[in-house]
């Protein structure tokens, strides 16, 4: 039914299967929705959120989802100015998968602020001391980047292609990328970092304050380069997911190693960094501020040192030793292995980050805060899920999302009823079983 | 609210709360949600989502009878000016500039029609001293005639705060101003709450003023960010560098200890 739009050589699932698929992500998507007007329409006493829990889940959510949209610019930056060649294989799949974090993590703002109607304050009454303020700019900047390196993708579809001017337009834009993928790291090098900051800059807050280097406080350079670390392993994660549903190998071995390996690195250097700034903080920072580390850590049913150990060791080190190791990453399980635990880390630091934050108690009198989500938060943070898994599967079944699947997967030729239908197409386009007939 | 100045020199308003006097008796709280039309709902047993400007916290030394000892410590909103005056910590952070630090009296304002309600100044305060509506105020019958028509109604949506009573600051300098003085004397300006206690337990005035009893008591040291000099006066998380403006007095030292050393604070004794 579809087949005239499906990119060519290559090979899909029919379309009842296809509409099942969508069909139950669907559903839950319009979970999420329905979620999302409630709390729209009654307020944000929807939420578990609090006095003591202003940031929750859904912050959470919005900084994991755009430290793991990384991927997105820092392949980019990479490939187009790095010169990185072999990431061409992959780089239309991590702009994919960053344009999906970052529209989440927009939708989820939305969601986020009390009066959403008055969202545009931020850009019009801005307060260019606020790391928020700088967060907004580059966030919606960097969106826009992510649109325009998205819609060349778009525009390749088999049926669009067939347009001159849209094809010339393409190949335009194709030409310009670089330009767009210099602006994107610039972008997200300010956005990744003041999201760090953030956290960094809560004089108030003695667990998540920092010492700064000028204005930046350190979590502001920890950020982005979590992101350019960990960013790159859920790009492959998800393409490893991808190629267990499609049951095909999409990208090269090689591009997967290269990037393995430079997310291995970035990786390594990282949570070098990050416990050297857990040291300082622990036995300088927190201490002038009269806290002593276990101050952050006990008294509590949650929150306690296996945190600390979770994020470092388990979502840090492990994962990235394995990922610089070749033999270990050369081992498809072991692989999968390393971006799982790297995926665990980045979102435990966001969490430790945001949601710690809120529950250390800085009054002496004060008390631990505790929090558990509505069921309208977590329909609300399923939600971008849910969108991004039916934009991976529209964009996977309509464009050529992998340059490499075509050459990876050669179809099995079905001469003999391209023979029989005969037709001047079925004769250009070779063997393509699926189009055969309903072209014919 | 940066053009309300009257006179060359500043204003650092400023409160006094003797702890030895507070019997928590509440009336601060009640004068204060009077004063500012704040919202309240019919179940106000959740504390984390009502609204209370300022709010009384019920501390004990822990020992049992006959040696237990209580405290009671009003906290509102502590104005603080941090490092540098006007950096505090939810004013440095607020992306929208809906919260303000005015510089000619020291009052950290919000201003409600520009707060979208991102609640990162909710987060930035170690006081806990801001609320976010979140529902719509709905009054009861009859009691909407009984607002404070110098005091705007708060929407759904966003944060609000304990901002010194302004509008009987800016009631007082217009009758100083008919009167043709420039001035304010110390008792034409004062707080609901100071007013409101029974036990005289709050003092408010100007402490860059001399004259005034809070700057008498205190004994700001402005070379020090504002620390006193009283040896019975404390902040609250002085090693901040948040340099508020709230000033409290206990001749109790299990209390000053037990406000800069947790550990001898009995925690699940400390009830607000």
């Known amino acids: ?340 635990l790297a995926v665990i880390g980045v979102c435990l630091n966001r969490w430790v980050m945001i949601l710690q934050v809120m529950a250390v108690p800085v009054m002496s009198f004060d008390t631990w805060a505790m929090y558990y989500p509505s069921w309208q938060e977590v329909a609300t943070t399923v939600l971008p899920v849910a969108y991004g898994i039916i934009l991976i599967m529209i964009s996977y079944r309509y464009l050529p999302v992998f340059p490499n699947e075509a050459e990876l997967n050669p179809l099995e030729p079905e001469t003999p009823v391209v023979a029989t239908a005969g037709t001047e197409e079925a004769a250009e386009e070779g063997p393509e079983p699926e189009l055969t007939p309903a072209e014919a | 609210m940066k053009q309300t100045g009257n006179s060359d020199k500043p204003k650092r308003f400023g409160m006094v709360i003797d702890l030895d006097k507070c019997t928590g008796c509440g009336a601060c709280m009640v004068a204060c949600m009077a004063e500012n039309n704040v919202p309240f709902r019919e179940d106000e047993s959740k504390k984390r989502v009502s609204i209370t400007w300022l709010q009384v916290y019920r501390l004990t030394n822990g020992k049992p009878y006959p040696d237990a000892e209580v405290c009671y410590l009003p906290r509102p909103c502590q104005h603080c000016a941090g490092k540098h005056e006007g950096h505090s910590p939810c004013v440095s952070v607020c992306p929208a500039t809906a919260t303000d630090y005015d510089q000619q009296t020291g009052i950290v304002s919000q201003i409600y029609t520009r707060c979208f309600g991102c609640r990162y100044c909710m987060g930035a305060c170690p006081y806990h001293a801001r609320h976010f509506n979140w529902w719509d105020p709905v009054w009861p019958e009859g009691m909407e005639k009984y607002l404070n028509p110098d005091v705007s109604a708060r929407m759904r949506g966003i944060v609000e705060k304990c901002n010194f009573c302004f509008q009987r600051y800016q009631k007082g300098l217009e009758k100083a101003h008919m009167e043709g003085r420039r001035e304010l004397e110390e008792h034409e300006y004062q707080t609901a709450c100071t007013q409101a206690c029974p036990a005289g337990a709050i003092i408010f005035g100007d402490l860059n003023n001399p004259k005034h009893q809070v700057h008498q008591i205190a004994k700001p040291n402005l070379k020090k960010g504002g620390r006193p000099q009283n040896p019975k006066a404390f902040r609250l998380l002085e090693e901040l560098e948040t340099n508020t403006k709230v000033y409290y007095l206990s001749s109790k030292q299990w209390v000053q200890d037990a406000i800069h050393k947790p550990d001898l604070l009995d925690q699940t004794e400390a009830q607000h």
Not at chain 1, 156 to 185: I, S
Not at chain 1, 222 to 230: D, E
Not at chain 1, 235 to 246: A, D, W
Request: proline fraction near 4%; hydrophobic fraction near 50%.
């Open chain 1, 1 to 340: 039914m579809d087949s005239a739009l499906i990119p060519k050589g290559v090979k899909r699932c029919p379309i009842w299967q296809f509409a099942l698929g969508l069909g139950v992500v669907g559903a839950v998507l319009l979970w999420g929705v329905y979620a999302m007007f409630l709390c729209w329409f009654k307020g944000l006493n929807q939420t578990n959120m609090n006095d003591y829990y202003g940031f929750a889940l859904w912050i959470w959510a919005d900084l994991a989802v755009i430290a793991l949209g990384g991927g997105a610019f820092f392949t980019g930056l990479l490939k187009y100015i790095i010169g990185k060649d072999d990431l061409k294989n992959i780089i239309n799949y991590a702009v994919l998968i960053g344009f999906i974090c970052y529209s989440s993590a927009l939708l989820i703002l939305a969601i986020d602020v009390g009066q959403p109607l008055r969202s545009w304050f931020i850009f019009w009454h801005a307060n260019v001391h606020s790391m928020l303020t700088e967060v907004a700019f580059c966030l919606s900047c960097y969106f826009a980047v992510l649109t325009i390196e998205y819609i060349p993708l778009v525009l390749e579809n088999r049926q669009l292609d067939k347009v001159p001017f849209v094809h010339n337009l393409t190949h335009t834009m194709h030409e310009h990328m670089a330009v767009f993928a210099a602006t994107g790291a610039f972008l997200s090098f300010f956005h990744q970092g003041s999201l760090g900051g953030v956290a960094g800059v809560l004089f108030g807050r003695p667990f998540a304050f920092r010492e700064h280097l000028f204005i930046w406080p350190w979590t502001f350079f920890l950020f982005t380069w979590s992101a350019a670390a960990y960013g790159p392993s859920f790009t492959l994660l998800v393409t490893r997911i991808t190629e267990k549903i499609t049951r095909k190998k999409l990208v090269k071995e090689s591009t997967i190693q290269l990037l393995a390996k430079i997310s291995g690195w970035m990786m390594l250097t990282y949570i070098t960094a990050k416990i050297i700034d857990t040291v300082y903080w622990a036995t300088t920072t927190a201490p002038s501020l009269g806290f002593t580390l276990k101050d952050f850590y006990s008294n509590n049913p949650v929150y306690g040192f296996w945190i600390l150990g979770a994020e470092l060791i388990l979502g840090g080190v492990i994962p990235a030793l394995m990922l610089v190791t070749p033999k270990i990453r050369q081992n498809r399980f072991a692989l999968t292995t390393a971006t799982v």
